[in-house]
């Protein structure tokens, strides 16, 4: 069993696994055949014989047969083989893969099975964020990133977000345009901010960038693009969407360069006009010195107005001021917008638009003439007071229709933007879920929703030139199952989830029963029926609990979380019943899962307790729901120090990937602010939040601890706590903690059934 995530166990399990369906290419292989044949080796793929069979196809599809334990497929592509394969074996009971680990095990002479001919409904399969390289990726190398380029072939992905290695061109770029080494290291942000740097958010936070850290990822980036390739991915690729550093805007002060809006309190970034010469210029170039490093693409992303918004006066002037019209963010401010946005004559506007769309789409293809333009479909579904249907309409008008791809990633959060939009008026777009949000891990997600909705979205007659569906997580690790599921039916109609569950926990745990599916139709009533977690934001608060978010007394009023509390203890009760003599490591790390959840919802409500009864004046009810959540706060981190993930583990590998003593120290400030504090004056604290161990105790708690006692004295005192002073001395503990230095290490429970069971004994409903 593997680990997950960190790199430094996957270079010693890489070095051993066993390539038990032949390491090399037989004779006979193509070369798609032979990275399919490699891929399957990777992922413990077990068989006496595999014949595969790369064939074309209209649409991507394949056939597995089990003859006697020999394994032949046939598919459209090597993702189609490996995927076909992986479905065969778990439907076998065989294999299964997934972030907290694999398990595969050897077919017998007994084993026989035929998929049938399987094709997907959906031309492409895609995956990933750009947030993705922010949340989870920063630390990758390759032995991690070969593990999640086979899981997405396992799961049938064919266009991921290929991210890493860009700032390598960037850094390039720059340098042919004059700036010198400090001004480029100054506009960089720190590895986990990059995400909002490439998108204009925000510019060389926490820089400078390290060299070392560039190089690495620009090797890696080779490694990357070139396994993808292999398997007949097409991934995404960066394009210049118009942002520049502060130094070549102001090197440039005849370029129409407007200052942009100060996103999440950050300093305002630049964003060059596409109408402007330079504009043209830039994008030819990276892409050309792109392509000189890494390769041609088909697909490039470039999101110009994420959570930003476009420039319409005509000399840019309303720019700076532009209110973001996001539902967590002020209200009032985006009735403004819409109100600035409707007091412009719409030709006006919409010819600014329209010109915006077409000039970003023609500097790609100055430099990649057969390329399709890549965008996100986040920013029409959250900043609707801009992006009228008109206003959409206006910005896709002159971009060709079959040279455009929309990731229509929100439809758990702002479902219905494509049929609002007239499925984006003929675009080509991809239906799909961010589902994660930071990398935040409750858990939850919609089984019955994605199924039904899936299907509901690829039947509508009105659904254009829907190209294909996605999963966009902003950060892994959590939830497998809805990731297992929702690209299972992204392959075509699905069994019932009764009869999908019985393959997945056989495969998964190496044995099942009915009680043990029962116990887990429990647990998906009791919290796999959300389709996005509300409570992470509770007005301007982020964070997956009460218990994660920045303390504050008005916690007493915190709402109920989401699900069905009851069902889930139920499942959680019914799977320890259900629980194996020996039990593997998948199971443990669901089990524990489920549990911490629980737990942390029932953790909320004494915290709420203790909150209301300080207020009221009961201290010694106050001083007894107190102890519960301190109690309760240090067995849940002591429970998932066996999980795959931790904040020893982030950190770790976050030193490890410095080359200096210096470069491991900023590397684990990084990794720890990135989690917790994130950075700016708006509302990114806590939006990351991370149910780890480590966490719970050493960060969550000390802070309401500090809340608390204030309270408690001030109701002593019989005065009113004064929160903010409150709240200021929390936030200098937080900036301590994130530099302080420290190394963490925590020790799994030596048996996680047991701890279980007592910490459900603490958490009664």
Known sequence: MIRLPAPSMFRASMAVLPLLIAGAAQAADTPQEAAARASLARLGVKAPKVELAVRAGDKPSYRVQIRHGALSASGTSP????????????AKGKLHISWEGRRAA???????????????PFSLRAYLNTCTYGYTTPWWDWARWTQEIDWMAARGVDTPLAMEGQEYVWRALWREQGMDEAAIGQSLSAAPFLPWQRMGNLAGYRAPLSAGWIEKKHQLQIKI???MRALGMKPILPAFAGYVPEAFAKAHPKAKIYKMRSWEGFPPTYWLDPSDPLFGQLAKRFIQIYTATYGAGDYYLADAFNEMVPPIAEDGSDAANAQYGDAIANTAAANTQAEKVAALPPAVRDARLAAYGARLFQ???????KATWVMQGWLFGADKAFWTPDAVRAFLRDVPDDKMLILDIGNDRYPGIW???????GKQWVYGYVHNYGGSNPAYGDLGFYKSDISTALNHPAKGQMAGFGLFPEGLHSNSIVYAYAYDLAWGPQQSLTDWLKSYTAARYGATSPALVAAWQSAITG???TRYWTPRWWGPMAGAYLFFKRPTITGAQYPAAPGDHAALRKGIEAMLAAAPAKPNQLFTRDLVDLARHY?????????KAALAAYQAGDLAKGDAERAQVESLARRIDALAAGQQETLASWVDDARAYGDSPKEKADYATQAKAIVTIWGGTGHLSDYASRAWSGLYADYYLPRWQMLLADQRAATLAGRKLDEAASIARIRAWEEHWVANGKAYRHAPPANPLRATQTLLKATPL
């Open 363 to 369: 500097s790609i293809t100055a430099a990649a003439p």
């Open 225 to 227: 693009l070139g396994r």
């Open 106 to 120: 050897p077919l017998s002479a007994a084993d026989n099975f035929d998929s049938g001919q399987v094709a997907s």
């Open 599 to 607: 737990a942390s919802m029932m953790l909320d409500e004494h915290l």
């Open 527 to 529: 919290a796999y029926q």
């Open 79 to 90: 993702v189609a083989l490996v995927h076909g394969v992986a479905q065969a074996l778990q």
């Open 419 to 425: 049929q609002q939009t007239q499925a984006f008026y």
